[in-house]
């Protein structure tokens, strides 16, 4: 039988980034700091549950943008952590601030600026040889790339792509400016908009375009080794948690033979043919 290398890709860890020059004792106090400063966080933890559990359920407080974009402005944590944290603390902006800061998604939203060049390369193959992911997932240090914590969110990544076929990019960001509008302009294009007032009719199309772009984003993802959170809420959590920055940078999805043309045989006619030779 005739045998073919179709395609291959080789990642190398860190390359093209910019890694900044480091302090590394000072790196190393802080960290040690941070580690000591972790246990006395728990127990202030522990008080906040026991007197959560004593009060009665809040009633639902209707939370506008407005509010959320402040407390995004606020804390530099995501929309959703924000909103969460708001319908948590009943609208209160401050004490959904401090909820956000005892869940570590402030700190690891100031995190998320620092240079992450470390990390691993990583693969996953799904039983059979069929789909196969080639991932890189980057930490500011290569301590934090040999623990497993790190190790068990990369090959929870790794799977997530094996999973999800119809994801193309890491974040919604990172899609082409050309598939975004030409989405916008299928959209506008559609007969259920006809009618509909201008302005109207733009902010439809944006929420639609903005659900097809996130459809294919890996963050936006529910997780499957959660469901109850999305990938970016699990990254999040995990950099809360290691006090370090982690980014998914890149990654490859194969599908064994797509994209190959398969001609139909006539299984007795090959046989045949095999025969006379």
């Known amino acids: 039988e005739n045998i073919k290398v179709r395609r291959f890709d080789r990642y190398v860890l860190g390359e093209g980034i910019e890694k900044k020059q480091e302090d590394f004792a000072a790196e190393v106090a802080a960290q040690t700091q941070a580690k000591e400063e972790k246990p006395a966080e728990a127990k202030k933890e522990e008080v906040v549950e026991e007197k959560k559990e004593e009060e009665e359920e809040k009633p639902k407080v209707?939370?506008?943008a407005k509010v959320v974009k402040e407390l995004r402005d606020m804390s530099g944590a995501g929309m959703m952590d924000c909103k969460k944290a708001l319908a948590e603390c009943g609208g209160d902006i401050d004490a959904a601030e401090e909820y956000l800061r005892k869940k570590g998604i402030v700190s690891a939203a100031k995190k998320a600026s620092r240079v992450a060049s470390e990390g691993m390369v990583s693969s996953y193959i799904h039983a059979g040889s069929r789909i196969g992911v080639l991932i890189e997932v980057n930490s500011e240090t290569d301590f934090v790339a040999r623990g497993d914590v790190f190790k068990e969110l990369v090959q929870g990544l790794a799977m997530q792509i094996a999973a999800s076929p119809s994801v193309e990019?890491?974040?919604p960001e990172d899609a082409s400016a050309e598939f975004v509008e030409a989405e916008k302009q299928a959209e506008m294009q559609k007969e259920d908009l006809a009618s509909k007032p201008e302005n109207i009719r733009e902010k439809i199309v944006q929420g639609r375009v903005d659900k097809i772009v996130n459809e294919r984003a890996l963050l936006e993802q529910t997780y499957?080794?959660?469901?109850?959170?999305?990938?970016r809420e699990a990254i999040t959590e995990a950099i809360a948690s290691i006090g370090e920055n982690i980014k998914v940078r890149r990654f490859d999805r194969y599908v064994l033979g797509e994209g190959i043309e398969k001609k139909q045989e006539d299984f007795a006619a090959e046989v045949e043919a095999q025969m006379k030779k």
């Open 62 to 64: 209707a939370i506008s």
């Open 169 to 171: 990019y890491v974040a």
């Open 224 to 231: 499957i080794m959660d469901t109850s959170k999305t990938v």
